[in-house]
């Protein structure tokens, strides 16, 4: 692969800032439930009720040693399988347990073997960017970076153009992690054809909004970010229509019918399981299964993701009033998942971050962009929260910039004053005059946030 890829500045979240509400905030959000002003679950949703149960019971049965007990840990990820199934519309033997998603992204591109392209658009999330890359040249397809024509990460006329002849795949993330545009999976699915693989990594939509789940031929979603599940387990989904055309590629001894046969390798097991390294982590897998549970009971992605389009467009709507700009704004209400960003001109972004931070209101900065990311948790009044903090950070920049031309006229007058002053007493002298020279040094800016 010869063309250079320019990835998009890593997301940064900082840790809370010294004061009361950034400790109320940071610690409710990282331990005790998300507080009202936590609007970042697209970075990671502190753990949903019934995970954390499902847990700590799983923990606690870890801890036991009767062939009973680990009989039915063993039976967690079964039922977590089960629980999945549901979700995506599969059947539970299409669906693996991977220990997080950038690792089924590497099973993904380990089973694809080449000759062949697998298109990737400019601008994805790293993690599905360099699965593709590390196979491209050892046995895997070649990798085509596609630029995009425009504000979203990928539209069917653009795939179109790009789809020829020796094009294998196309992988591309059902969510974009910056904007919250909804890839048109299915739009893209028809484009591609049953011949053509559809890859989709699911982590940023799977169980916020509903996604076009039957047109992935290979899905992949942790669980920490909209799940509310914690790290540990991610769900690896593997169609059967296009099993035949992946092979094993990090399947390892829990990938096989024999794993102590004499010989090996020993055949690998039907469906998704063939793709397994290793046994999966029974407590995560108890959280993820007990997630998507409690998701379902709540009425699926339909009922929660309404109620997270209309919480993130309340707050869209309140950072317009504050004068921001939205990034990709006028997405249909569809087209949008849970994710809005937005950024204030003329203001230094850290400073905003560090000022929502401070009162409370917990984000990521991307670059100059601020990412919102509210649930169905998320109460009204963190808009209020929100608004609030915007409305005293814009009122205090503005306060200090009419201070500063204040300050300015008054010097320049000030100066006017003392240089007719000087003109007058050099005539009257007859002497010249030498003014001091003053040299200014510039205010430092403040540091800019590290980008790793």
Same mark, same amino acid.
């Given at each position: 692969?010869?063309?250079?890829i ?42 949903a ?44 033997h ?28 400019r ?45 294998t795949?196309l ?9 919250g ?5 299915a739009?893209?699915?028809?484009i591609?054809g049953?011949e ?25 979603s ?12 991610a ?59 409690g ?6 992605p ?5 109620r997270?389009r ?12 504050a ?5 990709l704004?006028?997405?249909?209400e ?10 204030l ?30 649930h169905?948790?998320?109460p ?13 950070? $814009?009122?205090? #920049? =503005?306060?200090?910039? %009419? *201070? &500063? /031309? @204040?300050?300015? !006229?008054?010097?320049?007058?000030? $100066?006017?004053? #003392? =240089?007719?002053?000087? %003109? *007058? &007493? /050099? @005539?009257?002298t !007859?002497?010249?005059?030498n ?12 540091p ?5």
């Amino acid at each position: 692969m010869n063309d250079q890829i320019r990835a998009r500045a890593p997301e940064t979240s900082r840790r809370a800032a010294p004061g009361p509400a950034s400790q109320t905030a940071t610690g409710a959000a990282l331990g005790g439930g998300p507080t009202v002003g936590y609007l970042d679950y697209a970075r990671v949703g502190p753990l949903a009720p019934e995970a954390t149960t499902a847990l700590a019971d799983a923990t606690a049965l870890a801890g036991r040693s009767g062939p009973a007990d680990l009989d039915r840990l063993f039976a967690l990820s079964d039922a977590a399988r089960v629980s999945a199934a549901r979700l995506l519309d599969a059947r539970p033997h299409e669906i693996a347990l991977a220990p997080s998603t950038s690792n089924g992204l590497f099973t993904a591109a380990a089973a694809l073997r080449g000759p062949g392209t697998v298109l990737v658009p400019r601008g994805e999330f790293p993690a599905n960017v360099y699965p593709w890359i590390r196979f491209a040249g050892r046995g895997g397809p070649d990798v085509r970076l596609v630029e995009p024509d425009g504000p979203r990460h990928i539209s069917p006329d653009l795939l179109r153009r790009h789809l020829t002849p020796d094009v294998t795949a196309l992988t591309v993330s059902a969510v974009d992690s910056l904007t919250g545009h909804v890839a048109p999976l299915a739009a893209l699915k028809e484009i591609l054809g049953p011949e053509r693989l559809l890859v989709v990594d699911a982590i940023q939509g799977l169980g916020a909004v509903p996604l076009d789940v039957d047109a992935a031929d290979v899905l992949v979603s942790g669980g920490q970010k909209w799940l509310r599940a914690g790290w540990g387990a991610a769900f690896l989904l593997i169609r059967d229509r296009c099993a035949e055309r992946l092979g094993p590629g990090l399947g390892g001894w829990a990938g096989v019918t024999d794993p102590f046969a004499a010989r090996h390798p020993a055949p690998p097991l039907p469906g998704a399981a063939a793709h397994l390294a290793t046994n999966p982590d029974f407590p995560a897998a108890a959280a993820i299964g007990a997630a998507v549970d409690g998701l379902l009971e709540r009425g699926g992605p339909a009922a929660v993701g309404t109620r997270i389009r209309a919480t993130l467009a309340e707050l869209l709507d309140r950072a317009r009033r504050a004068g921001a700009e939205v990034l990709l704004d006028g997405l249909g209400e569809r087209d949008r998942a849970g994710i809005g960003t937005f950024r204030l001109p003329g203001h230094d972004p850290l400073a905003v971050h560090q000022a929502l931070e401070a009162a409370g209101v917990i984000t990521t900065r991307r670059g100059e962009w601020i990412r919102l990311s509210p649930h169905v948790s998320t109460p009204p009044a963190a808009a209020d929260l929100f608004a609030e903090a915007l409305h005293v950070l $814009t009122q205090r #920049t =503005s306060h200090l910039r %009419t *201070s &500063s /031309t @204040s300050t300015s !006229s008054t010097s320049s007058t000030s $100066t006017s004053s #003392t =240089s007719s002053t000087s %003109t *007058s &007493s /050099t @005539s009257s002298t !007859s002497r010249a005059v030498n003014p001091d020279t003053h040299a200014h040094t510039p205010r430092s800016q403040e540091p800019t946030c590290p980008t790793a």
